[in-house]
């Protein structure tokens, strides 16, 4: 198993079309690209004209007054917006270097910021990133620009090894108040993390950046952070350093040990509700194409509900 991504397997993320029947020379995968196009391309599109509808057409898109004054079904057409910033915000932390089964959260997270930044440059938007946690780095800004270039330069920033240390303060609460002040109006943030923490002292500067772009959360999760196995007495060492002995063969510890899980990721889905931010879950055993299809239609499912 890789210990961290590797920049071939991101770059080749731009042939996969598996579970399509496709020859692998297409760009991208066709399904997730196109599911990301219609489910965020929302704000991204200026109205153009009304035509007449044709058979095929989104339905979304009907133009109810005028069909009605007809009574011959009519369709709004709209034109993309070519301009439109994605950001990939990805958690760079050591913690990440962690995963019991499949692989480790790190991969997961730089796989999916590789499949996203290929369907976002397929689709001519420009694309941009941060990554932050890192004891080193601290945190890298990568503007958005469009070209294959500019993705190029993430991805093989995403594929360097990251040093086990401390990180000083809160790196994702930093991450959010830097994208709040340096990057364009309406912009996709993308935010790839382990979101197995306390989340309420976020939701502020969640809600102030929500005010402004479109959020979506991409949580990287992993068997164990819900469920500890059983196997005996184990120390675990905090992030102050603090030494703590547990009997993961207590049935109680165990129950606690995933109440107190549950408890975080309810709080975490009751935020994303509250201020319109898309949750999505990777699990370090899943496919991730697969789990970003379920995310993204799961998101088009609910804006056609609303």
Known sequence: MALHPQIDDLLELRHQARTLGLASHHQVNSAFSGLYVSVFRGSGLDFEEVREYREGDDIRNMEWHVTART?????????????????????????????????????????????????????HDRVGGLLFGNPDARMSFFRPYRGRRALWRLLRALSLPVRQGRCEGDPLQDALQRLNRGIPTGSLIFIIASFDREIASLEYTFGHLRQRHSIVLISVDDPADRE?????????????????????????????????????????????????????????????????????????????LR
């Open 71 to 123: 009574n011959v079904p009519h369709l709004k057409v709209f034109r993309e917006e070519r301009e439109r910033s994605v950001m990939l915000c990805v958690d760079s932390a050591p913690h990440m270097s962690f995963g019991t089964r499949g692989t480790f959260k790190s991969i997961q997270a730089a796989k999916a910021a590789a499949l996203i930044g290929w369907a976002a440059h397929t689709h």
């Open 228 to 304: 500890i196995p059983a196997i005996g007495s184990v120390a675990f060492t905090g992030p102050d350093g603090k030494v703590m002995e547990i009997d993961t063969d207590d049935e109680q510890a165990q129950q606690a040990y995933r109440s107190a899980w549950e408890e975080r990721r309810s709080q975490l889905r009751k935020m994303a509700n509250r201020l319109g931010m898309t949750l999505i879950t990777l699990g370090t055993e899943e496919s991730v194409h697969r789990s970003l299809m379920i995310g993204l239609q799961r998101r088009a499912k609910a804006q056609i």
